[in-house]
């Protein structure tokens, strides 16, 4: 498993460490398709509980309804992980939970399969309650075992729509967390604060590194020196921010790079080459071999399907 989520173990071990996106997305769908079992994630989801959410789960354990625990996890949950962003509002009486994924890597449907039958899970856990939503919403197509979801869920949920969400009820919105402790509440909420003030520097410096590189790849000069120069900052300050965040200098080239590619390849007044050089290839060569590796299939081949 940790060669799989490319993490040092000292790294997971840490109490308030983040787990980066493409190591949460990876654990996803290496559990849905190595168990081979439907709806593996829904149902692992489900049994989620507070606790297992660290600070941000003892923050919400210590809030006074479900409605002050919901907008806490959709004020803090960069804390948790930078996935997706949550939201919570008020509407015909009733409270809407919505997830939003952070497109930065592939989408799978075990994303948003994690994120709302955990949602389910924790509100549940929080109340000591039987909680039925009123209405669950997936943007992805039914995936084949649609009585799970409404196993989990309690209901029929919808597929292909606009929003990843789930309601609740105002009532429900409103029901009292028996653990709720005011004091304990304030000291928790000074702890993630301070814990999202830090993963905001780490999240700039990961921008900021993103940008230059990308401004200047066709300059063949984006080297981890230049870089961390550039920012006011030592190559081992740079490195360990993107270790951080799961990432190692090549990691960031490698992704902008296939990015930028897909970007260049929509417009055809570009050639290969033109394109390969604009990524900081010396030679056609290089890009081609690149691209298939990160795509299975030429330039070409890419251009023609899309």
């Not at 654990?27 to 509980?49: C, D, F, N, W």
């Not at 301070?194 to 700039?204: M, N, P």
């Not at 080297?223 to 921010?241: F, G």
Request: some cysteine; glycine content about 6%.
């Amino acid at each position: 498993m940790l060669r799989l989520l490319e993490c040092d173990e000292s790294y997971l071990l840490g109490r308030d460490n983040r787990l980066p996106t493409r190591c949460h997305n990876a654990m996803l769908h290496a559990g849905a398709v190595e168990t081979g079992i439907p709806g593996i994630i829904l149902l692992s989801g489900s049994k989620a509980t507070a606790e297992s959410l660290g600070v941000v789960g003892h923050l919400m354990m210590n809030c006074q309804t479900l409605l002050n625990a919901g907008q806490q996890i959709a004020r803090f949950a960069s804390v948790l992980s930078e996935t997706g962003k949550w939201s919570v509002c008020a509407s015909k009486n009733r409270y809407e939970i919505c997830y939003t994924r952070i497109n930065k890597t592939k989408f799978h449907p075990e994303i948003e399969e994690a994120s709302l039958s955990s949602c389910i899970g924790v509100l549940r856990d929080l109340s000591r309650a039987a909680i039925t939503p009123l209405e669950v919403r997936f943007t992805h197509p039914d995936p084949g075992y649609a009585e799970i979801y409404e196993n989990v869920f309690g209901i029929p949920v919808q597929f292909e729509q606009a929003e990843c969400l789930l309601s609740i009820s105002e009532d429900d919105g409103h029901r009292a967390i028996p653990s709720h402790q005011s004091y304990t509440l304030g000291l928790l909420e000074s702890h993630a604060e301070a814990l999202l003030q830090k993963l905001g520097d780490v999240d700039s410096v990961v921008s900021r590194a993103s940008q230059l590189v990308a401004n200047h790849l066709a300059e063949g000069r984006v080297d981890v020196e230049w870089i961390s120069r550039q920012m006011h900052m030592s190559r081992w300050t740079l490195t360990r921010r993107l270790k951080q965040e799961g990432l190692t200098f090549n990691d960031l080239i490698r992704d902008i790079r296939s990015k930028l590619a897909q970007s260049y390849l929509h417009d055809k007044k570009m050639s290969i080459t033109e394109i390969g050089f604009l990524l900081g290839y010396s030679e056609p060569s290089a890009f081609q071999r690149a691209f298939r590796g990160w795509y299975q299939c030429t330039p070409s081949e890419y251009r023609t399907r899309h």
